[in-house]
């Protein structure tokens, strides 16, 4: 088979790493993909939101079937172009169509769709320029602090947790009225903090059936002790030692079954990866958001950790015959540690020689940010790798991790020292 791998970061170099391992692949294609997804296959200079570029290369290379990585070509429909087009439409896209991908693309669809269909979630309400005026109240309603989020997509930026009632009325005034995350914020939704421990599930479904990927938690904040700025992710650790198994079943039957009902009561053929964003409340889950993809870190410890041909897995979505495939897991703990440019989340540099790039026996070294200039590897991007290790223990992974990630090296490189050492206390009791 001809794949093709839509998008350029860590998630696209793991999809194209595990890919590669299949017997069933032919070529792999990866648009634009980085100095990484280029030692797997063949890398071609589109970007992913250029569907006429992309049809032009799936017809000129015989592909096969397509992976969509990020949100925003599928939010914009990228699903629907192929199936709306004589030469594309036989040809298999992993991701929804734009109708389930507004699970991600809009916050007060999402938090609608729980609601109809029974899943937990924090109690909300939605407001606009319209009913801006009734906004107050609701807050007051609530305890601190208050979580405002903005409906559409706003690059990972667009959701604000504030302790104090009148900077969360004031912040959002500045983002219904002044446009403080453009379009996005035309409507915002306001909801009760949920107190827990978060973590994310990943489903994979051919719109009927589905497999329940292994489970990870991310790091999100910039700095150790999670502390500073958010960033598109630090680290993450897979499996998670607060969500057994029995955490899990909960899951499975109180959010993943009326998830995939709720697609098909209404229509939706949901064929992809769905990302249910969690809180374990006390040993009971609630949804804190859907993504209409796999996460990034999370896929660079989710991935590496199943043992079955994903090809093989993908195929079956595209032909509705996943309950037939075959579908292990390694027992043993993934750890991923994102090493990022100096200056991330906010302005960094680019185009920093990147030396000590060998591999290692101990990691997987997922390119997120990197190019190739003058046959270099080069810094490209605010999160630069994902160095992913197994072991058996949280401490053994990280550890290998840590190792790995001091052997890279390029100027002002920056990693948290600490991810996964709040699980370390939890899996040693």
């Known amino acids: 088979m001809n794949v093709l791998i839509l998008g350029s970061g860590g998630r696209e170099h793991a999809f194209a790493w595990k890919l590669s391992q299949s017997k069933q692949l032919e070529n792999l294609y990866i648009a634009p993909g980085n100095a990484g997804t280029a030692q797997c296959g063949t890398n071609v200079n589109i970007a992913v939101s250029d569907f006429e570029s992309i049809k032009k290369l799936v017809w000129e290379k015989s592909i096969d079937l397509v992976l969509v990585g990020p949100e925003d070509p599928l939010v914009n429909g990228i699903h629907d172009f192929f199936l709306q087009d004589d030469i594309l439409r036989e040809i298999p896209v992993i991701g929804p169509k734009r109708d389930g991908a507004q ?11 729980m609601l109809k ?8 309400k939605s407001f606009t320029a319209a009913n801006i005026n ?14 405002l989020k903005a409906d559409g997509l706003a690059a990972g930026k667009g959701v604000l947790i504030i302790n104090d009632l009148e900077e969360a009325k004031q912040e959002l005034q500045n983002m219904i009225l002044n446009a ?3 379009n ?3 409507t915002v939704v306001i909801e009760e903090f949920l107190d827990g421990i978060e973590l994310s599930v990943f489903v994979l479904t051919d719109g009927k059936s589905y497999k329940i990927l292994p489970a990870a938690k991310d790091y999100k904040r910039i700095g150790v002790g999670d502390t500073g700025l958010n960033t598109g992710g630090m680290g993450a650790i897979s499996p998670v030692p607060f969500a057994n198994q029995e955490f899990i079943n909960k899951v499975e039957e109180q959010i993943v079954k009326p998830t995939i009902n709720g697609l098909l009561k209404e229509n939706i053929d949901y064929r992809g990866f769905i990302f249910i964003g969690l809180m374990n409340c006390d040993g009971e889950p609630k949804v804190i958001e859907y993504n209409c993809r796999m996460g990034d870190p999370e896929t660079e410890v989710v991935i590496p950790r199943i043992e079955s041909d994903l090809l093989d897995l993908l195929q079956g979505v595209a032909t509705q015959t996943l309950h037939t495939k075959q579908f292990n897991v390694s027992t043993q703990t993934a750890s991923t540690v994102v090493l990022v440019s100096g200056g991330y989340p906010e302005d960094y540099e680019k185009n920093i020689e990147i030396t000590n790039l060998h591999n290692s026996p101990n990691s997987h070294i997922f390119h997120s940010g990197t190019t190739i200039k ?14 992913t290790s197994f072991g058996n223990s949280i401490k053994e992974a990280v550890e290998k991790s840590f190792i790995t990630a001091e052997q890279i090296t390029y100027n002002k490189k920056y990693y948290r ?12 009791n």
């Open 374 to 387: 003058d046959d270099k590897v080069v810094t490209n991007g605010g999160r630069v790798f994902a160095v």
């Open 134 to 147: 009734e906004a107050p109240a609701f807050l007051e309603s609530l305890k601190p602090p208050y979580v």
């Open 117 to 124: 269909h029974g899943v937990p979630t924090a109690r909300y």
């Open 417 to 428: 020292s600490d991810i996964g050492k709040d699980l370390m206390l939890l899996e040693n």
């Open 184 to 186: 996005a914020g035309n």
């Open 103 to 113: 699970l991600e693309g809009s916050k007060d669809f999402s938090k609608q769709f």
């Open 180 to 182: 403080k995350f453009g």
